[in-house]
């Protein structure tokens, strides 16, 4: 079964960026769906974005379009989110999430999760 570990995450100031990367390991990276999402402390777990296993389909939450940008290297095992122009309400957990099939941009879909990585963005 996939194994996923997040990296990239810190503290930013307003206006910044930062560039997520999540390693896939113990499965065959390039048939599964991969998804970001992201969880604020005493909120809920929302989708980022999402992208199909061979990169064709890309979701983004509305609130993140334009901003920030989902990629994959199925070479690498990785996918990717750059996030550009980020907001103190970006702040939160962001985990990488993978599912066989289909993109889905509900958490519920996902059935395996990283550990999650942490950013920040002060104003």
């Known amino acids: 079964q996939v194994q996923l570990v997040e990296s990239g995450g810190g503290l930013v100031q307003a206006g910044g960026s930062l560039r997520l990367s999540c390693v896939a390991s113990?499965?065959?990276?390039?048939?599964?769906?991969m998804a970001w999402f992201r969880q604020a402390p005493g909120k809920q777990r929302d989708i980022v974005a999402a992208i199909s296993a061979n990169g064709a389909i890309i979701y983004y939450a509305d609130s993140v379009k334009g901003r920030f940008t989902i990629s994959r290297d199925n070479a690498k095992n990785t996918v990717y989110l750059q996030m550009n122009s980020l907001k103190p309400e970006d702040t939160a957990s962001f985990y990488c999430?993978?599912?066989?099939?289909?993109?889905?941009?509900?958490?519920?879909?996902?059935?395996?999760w990283g550990q999650g990585t942490q950013v920040t963005v002060s104003s």
């Open positions: 113990g499965g065959t990276f390039s048939t599964y769906a």
């Open positions: 999430a993978a599912r066989s099939i289909a993109t889905s941009k509900y958490s519920r879909d996902y059935n395996r």
